[in-house]
């Protein structure tokens, strides 16, 4: 078995709660039922945790779910494994972000307002000021309908999150912003 995220999830919910039904072990750790059903047999068949059901229970599809020593030490291998994989997938979008804001600095942009979720315009003014990239966010929106306060003369560019269903065209009819004026970070 690969300790992958999946597993990781699993086990730290099992790390956390004894007592468990698939159904919930699925919802609290954000994994599909099935894929729950596979790493338990799996941990089962490795010996990495023990089952109990309980006799008393008028649920019988609960079961006591208990980490073997063995378990704990492959928890906390798929922890480190996990923790690792993230901080690449940091990296690895970080680079790409810097990459892209350092191409519209070099197109002439100085002046940007990120219109998105507030800790990905954080991510963004990090990495601009990381790389000493000459380009100032003056200001963050999470929805394109919140342009409107900002004047167009103060601005020189719009950062957007990801692609809304409405469309830059939309955008720019309900704005008076010229399309040219948007990118995507992505």
Known sequence: MDLSENVFRVLDKLGQKNTLTQRQLARESGVSLGQVNYVLKSLLEKGMI??????KSPDKAVYSYLLTPKGIEIKSKAAVNF???KL?????????????????????????????????YSFVDAIIKKNSLQLVLIGSCLQWE????????????????DANAEGI???????????????YLW
Do not use: W
């Open 169 to 183: 065209q939309t955008v720019t009819e309900n704005t008076g912003i010229p399309g040219e004026k948007f990118m």
């Open 88 to 120: 690449e997938e940091y990296h690895q979008l970080q680079t790409k972000l810097s990459e892209k804001l350092a191409i519209i600095v070099e197109s002439g942009h100085s002046r940007a307002i990120f219109v998105g979720p507030e800790i990905v």
């Open 83 to 85: 923790v690792v994989s």
């Open 146 to 161: 919140e342009l409107k306060k900002y004047k167009p003369e103060s601005f020189d560019m719009i950062l957007l999150f």
């Open 50 to 55: 023990k089952i109990r059901a309980f006799r």
